[in-house]
C-alpha cells in the first residue's frame, strides 16, 4: 500500500506565493528590458506632442505581441511583459483549482473555478473590445 504525499493548506500558500512573487519578477524583468531596449532604439528621437500616434494592431493581440517580442521590437517586448503581469493572478487561481482538488474540497473547486472563468472572459471580452 502507497500512500501519496498529502498536500497542506500551508504547502499551496507556499506555491501560490511562489507563482505571484516569479510572475511579477519575471513581468518586471521583461518590462525592463523592453525599456533598455526602447531607450537604445529610441532614445534620442525627439518627441512630438502635437499629433497623436495611436498603438499598432500588432501590439493589441496576444499573437502580434508575441510575435514582436520575439522579432525583438521593444514596444512588444514591454507589452508581453504587461501580458505576463495579467497572467500572473489567473495562474494562481488556477493552481488554486489543482490545490483544492487535491484537498478534495468540491465546493472551492467550484468557486474557484467561477472566478476564473470570470477573470477569462473579462480578459476575452476586453481584448475582442480593443481590437
Do not use: N, W
Request: proline letters at 2%.
Amino acid at each position: 500500500m502507497t500512500t501519496q504525499p498529502k498536500i497542506t493548506d500551508r504547502g499551496i500558500e507556499r506555491i501560490v506565493s511562489v507563482i505571484l512573487r516569479s510572475g511579477v519578477l519575471i513581468s518586471g524583468t521583461v518590462v525592463f528590458l523592453g525599456g533598455l531596449l526602447f531607450l537604445a532604439r529610441h532614445g534620442g528621437e525627439r518627441v512630438d506632442y502635437r499629433s497623436f500616434h495611436a498603438q499598432a494592431v500588432s501590439d493589441k493581440l496576444v499573437h502580434g505581441i508575441i510575435a514582436g517580442a520575439a522579432a525583438r521590437r521593444a514596444r512588444s517586448v514591454i507589452q508581453l511583459g504587461v501580458l505576463l503581469l495579467l497572467a500572473t493572478p489567473i495562474a494562481r487561481v488556477a493552481f488554486s483549482i489543482v490545490g483544492f482538488a487535491l484537498e478534495r474540497d468540491r465546493l472551492y473547486v467550484v468557486i474557484t473555478s467561477v472566478v476564473l472563468a470570470i477573470l477569462l472572459y473579462s480578459l476575452v471580452a476586453g481584448a475582442a473590445g480593443a481590437a
